[in-house]
């Protein structure tokens, strides 16, 4: 379980980076930064107006600035002692964010590319130096401990529960929607049955699978992200369901894909599905302490080249508290992998205008190899 001391550690953690920078106190805007420090993630954010702010001093407690509809959940939530609301109307919060920096700030710390525009614009006010510290805070991320882990292994057994009962409302003349309606019931009733009822925990992270769920079929499987539609499948079609945007599990996320064909597959699908696997496979293999990110995804390329395909996708990408972490299994990022890196590691083809094949699963590298998250039937699958 992870609880009030992995946050405060944490916590602790990063102010040592702040002294270790010669920063005064960190301005997080985040809402997954914040919650993966403070332990509290606010449902209503920046894009209503309505920003939450964690405000961390190098050396003294840190400070949760929240609205004042939401400072009671943040307070039985937190492990902050000191959440602050702000109302609505008049100064809103920057009178209150203000309160929370230390006498004689000189140099604020952000996440350049995730601050929200009007706190930036404040912090940059109120000091004459800002220095982001995404790298910090980025590298804390990198690695889970034995408790994440556990965390996102029963977020793999909610993925896991999603897609198949996906898979089995798939039918002909079904509509999308109905098939995602039975994949986020499955995902739902998973993590109620893992949440239990009887801690304070399961007041306050819902079970609920949520967000617009990436669901298409037929031709329309060449959209990469299109959403669940009121399309109805037809024999001899291809069902695709993406989780990656869906699985949140005690705060932390994976990426999930698996395609499945109603009936029958066309021998050029069957290549083009066999060819992702084969990609896929091949990066997974790679996968070890040491090697490089981009090498990983090197390795899935050669394969699509050889069967005469590009590579047009990154070959997957960190996952954690956020959806997308660093470092990703792309062209250009060298960082070496190391045991408690967790990653979701896709094959992927787009034939377009006509279809397009794709899998992912979620595994955490190990000390010498990887541990799947997500174990789910890979092989080509007619229902």
């Not at 008049?90 to 929370?100: F, K, N, P, S």
Request: glycine share 10%; charged share 25%.
């Amino acid at each position: 379980m992870i609880g009030p001391e992995h946050f405060r550690r944490r916590t602790q953690g990063f102010q040592r980076r702040l002294a270790d920078g010669d920063v005064d106190v960190a301005v997080l805007t985040d809402p997954d930064t914040i919650a993966y420090l403070g332990g509290f993630w606010n449902y209503l954010g920046v894009q209503w107006g309505r920003p939450t702010f964690l405000v961390v001093p190098r050396a003294d407690a840190p400070v949760l600035v929240t609205p004042l509809m939401e400072s009671a959940m943040a307070g039985v939530m937190t492990w902050i002692d000191d959440v602050r609301p702000w109302e609505d109307g008049g100064d809103e919060w920057h009178g209150v964010l203000a309160g929370a920096l230390p006498a004689g700030t000189r140099t604020i710390g952000i996440e350049a590319d995730k601050t929200h525009a009007a706190a930036d614009r404040f912090v940059r006010e109120a000091a004459p130096n800002v220095i982001d510290v995404s790298r910090a805070i980025g590298e804390m991320r990198m690695i889970k401990d034995a408790d994440e882990i556990a965390v996102m292994r029963q977020a793999g057994e909610v993925a896991v529960a999603a897609i198949d009962a996906g898979r089995h409302a798939i039918a002909e003349g079904v509509p999308e929607y109905e098939m995602c309606l039975a994949l986020m019931a499955g995902g739902t009733r998973k993590a109620a049955e893992l949440l239990g009822d009887a801690t304070p925990e399961a007041l306050f992270t819902s079970p609920m699978m949520h967000n617009l769920e990436i669901l298409q079929s037929g031709h329309d499987t060449s959209m990469v992200h299109r959403r669940a539609s009121t399309r109805r499948v037809q024999t001899g079609e291809v069902v695709y369901f993406c989780l990656c945007g869906m699985i949140d599990f005690r705060l932390y996320k994976l990426g999930f894909d698996r395609e499945f064909f109603l009936g029958s597959v066309s021998d050029e699908h069957a290549r083009v599905h066999e060819t992702c696997l084969a990609a896929q496979a091949a990066a997974l293999a790679a996968i070890r302490p040491g090697i490089a990110a981009e090498d990983v995804h090197l390795a899935a390329a050669e394969v699509y080249q050889s069967a005469g395909f590009g590579a047009g996708y990154r070959t997957g990408r960190a996952v954690g508290v956020s959806f997308l972490e660093k470092p990703e299994l792309k062209i250009g990022d060298r960082t070496p992998l190391a045991p408690g890196m967790t990653f979701a590691v896709d094959g992927g083809i787009t034939v377009p205008g006509d279809f397009g094949a794709r899998i992912g699963d979620s595994i955490v590298v190990t000390d010498d190899g990887y541990e799947v998250l997500t174990p789910y039937p890979r092989e080509l699958t007619i229902v």
